[in-house]
């Protein structure tokens, strides 16, 4: 059997990700395909870090993590053994895949044989190692696009919830005579909120502001007096 160091990092310009691989199942494989994950997870620009965790790989992209068991030795592993494992890593990732090498349509046979009889998390069967692990990337990959391209949408769409509540809070105080774009401005970044503007005296919107005596008297009255507050309109 083949290895690869506990502290493998690949040297790469543009990191995507980070690749964490089973120590255990790094042992149990062949230095040659060791080498070919190497190559490609630096080619597809994943540092590589080797540990003894429960599941084979985890990668970590784009805001998300995802598991993956990787059976690469079907026909002489304990069946039994990988849907149990897989139903128990299953508890601890929300994402999680099983790949799993089947070559010949013997095994593959005895693989359907074996998921109707266990079920388990998504399987997804591949023919040979290089085709599995390819397959681990990108599903990988593309989880991590999609997690990536969520969370930019959230931010946009707060953006625009957030210019949206600044138009209205500047049609609310530029209603207020007297008062400006310029002096909603300041009183947005020295008082704050609507309501804590209502509940400030004149005295204190002079302490904090730039504001003129007059202009803070009308925005105390504004709000404390009637004839202000149901005068002015909002357009």
């Given at each position: 059997?083949?290895s690869?160091?506990?502290?493998?990092?690949?040297?790469?310009?543009?990191c995507?990700?980070?690749?964490?691989?089973?120590?255990?199942?790094?042992d149990?494989?062949?230095l040659?395909?060791?080498?070919?994950i190497?190559?490609?997870?630096?080619?597809s620009s994943?540092?590589?870090?080797?540990?003894?965790i429960?599941?084979?790989?985890?990668?970590?992209?784009?805001g998300?993590?995802?598991?993956?068991?990787?059976?690469?030795?079907?026909?002489?592993?304990?069946?039994?053994?990988?849907?149990?494992?897989?139903?128990k890593?299953?508890e601890?990732?929300?994402?999680f895949y099983v790949?799993?090498?089947?070559?010949?349509?013997e095994?593959?046979?005895?693989?359907?044989?074996?998921?109707f009889k266990?079920?388990?998390?998504?399987?997804v069967?591949v023919?040979?190692f290089?085709m599995?692990?390819?397959?681990?990337?990108?599903?990988?990959?593309?989880?991590?696009?999609?997690?990536?391209q969520?969370?930019l949408?959230?931010?946009?769409?707060?953006?625009?919830?957030?210019?949206?509540?600044?138009?209205i809070?500047q049609?609310?105080?530029?209603?207020?005579?007297?008062?400006?774009?310029?002096?909603?401005n300041?009183?947005?970044?020295?008082?704050?909120?609507?309501?804590?503007?209502a509940?400030?005296?004149?005295?204190?919107?002079?302490?904090?502001?730039?504001?003129?005596?007059?202009t803070?008297?009308?925005i105390?009255?504004?709000?404390?007096?009637?004839?202000?507050?149901?005068?002015?309109?909002?357009g």
């Amino acid at each position: 059997m083949g290895s690869l160091s506990n502290t493998t990092s690949l040297s790469t310009s543009c990191c995507n990700g980070v690749c964490v691989m089973s120590s255990t199942w790094r042992d149990a494989q062949n230095l040659s395909f060791l080498n070919f994950i190497s190559r490609f997870l630096n080619e597809s620009s994943f540092r590589l870090n080797i540990l003894p965790i429960a599941p084979d790989f985890i990668f970590i992209f784009g805001g998300l993590s995802v598991a993956f068991m990787f059976v690469t030795n079907w026909d002489v592993i304990d069946k039994e053994s990988v849907f149990k494992k897989a139903e128990k890593v299953k508890e601890q990732f929300a994402s999680f895949y099983v790949v799993i090498t089947l070559p010949s349509k013997e095994q593959n046979d005895s693989f359907i044989r074996f998921y109707f009889k266990y079920g388990g998390p998504t399987f997804v069967p591949v023919r040979d190692f290089e085709m599995g692990f390819e397959k681990i990337v990108k599903i990988a990959h593309s989880r991590g696009v999609c997690k990536r391209q969520d969370v930019l949408a959230k931010l946009k769409a707060e953006k625009e919830k957030s210019v949206q509540a600044m138009e209205i809070y500047q049609q609310v105080v530029t209603s207020i005579p007297g008062v400006d774009s310029h002096d909603a401005n300041v009183l947005y970044q020295t008082i704050g909120s609507i309501e804590a503007i209502a509940k400030s005296s004149k005295e204190y919107i002079l302490e904090t502001t730039d504001l003129s005596p007059t202009t803070a008297e009308t925005i105390t009255r504004f709000f404390r007096d009637p004839k202000f507050y149901l005068g002015p309109k909002i357009g």
